[in-house]
């Protein structure tokens, strides 16, 4: 990744013990979760957020069972692209991070996309695909 393309993490229990993630940028998983799938999400300007597909809030609606789990605790030289805000008024912006190296970027998202995909949540498929296509 470092002579460019995307390194991606998606959810994963791997590393919550501490550790942190093989990955070339270090990673470590936390217990952060948003169970509520209608969590209100304030997007930034981050580019990744803009093409192939622009990413708006409408495409957080549908999600199922929840927003997330498993979000990093600890991420130096990441920036983080979005905000989920639970009920209680607890604010997530750790949920998806990008970092760059060399060339390339490490993307960590602990979104729960493994249950959006397969319920065809249009918004989530968006949202991967520019996970996939991003060249910064």
Same mark, same amino acid.
Not at 1 to 22: C, D, I, K, Q, S
Not at 77 to 89: D, Q
Not at 102 to 108: A, F, L, M, P, T
């Given at each position: 990744?470092?002579? !460019?393309? =995307?390194? +991606?993490? %998606?959810? /994963?229990?791997?590393?919550?013990? #501490? %550790?942190?993630?093989?990955?070339?940028?270090?990673? +470590? @998983? !936390?217990?952060?979760?948003?169970?509520?799938?209608?969590?209100? $999400?304030?997007?930034? *300007?981050?580019?990744?957020?803009?093409?192939?597909?622009? $990413?708006?809030?409408?495409?957080? =609606?549908?999600? +199922?069972?929840?927003?997330?789990?498993?979000?990093?605790?600890?991420?130096? #030289?990441?920036?983080?692209?979005?905000?989920? /805000?639970?009920?209680?008024? /607890?604010?997530?912006?750790?949920?998806?991070?990008? #970092?760059?190296?060399? *060339?390339?970027?490490?993307?960590?998202?602990?979104?729960?996309?493994?249950?959006?995909?397969?319920? #065809? +949540?249009? !918004?989530?498929? *968006?949202?991967?695909?520019? @996970?996939?296509?991003?060249?910064?």
């Amino acid at each position: 990744v470092e002579g !460019g393309g =995307n390194f +991606v993490v %998606t959810y /994963t229990t791997a590393g919550r013990n #501490g %550790t942190e993630l093989p990955t070339p940028l270090p990673v +470590v @998983i !936390g217990r952060d979760r948003v169970t509520e799938e209608d969590a209100p $999400i304030t997007l930034s *300007k981050h580019p990744i957020l803009s093409s192939p597909n622009e $990413i708006t809030s409408s495409d957080f =609606n549908y999600w +199922v069972q929840e927003r997330g789990l498993y979000f990093p605790k600890s991420y130096e #030289g990441f920036t983080e692209v979005l905000t989920i /805000t639970e009920s209680t008024g /607890t604010n997530y912006s750790n949920s998806t991070v990008v #970092g760059h190296y060399g *060339k390339g970027s490490v993307i960590y998202t602990g979104l729960s996309l493994f249950r959006e995909l397969p319920a #065809g +949540v249009p !918004g989530a498929i *968006k949202l991967l695909q520019n @996970i996939l296509h991003y060249d910064h």
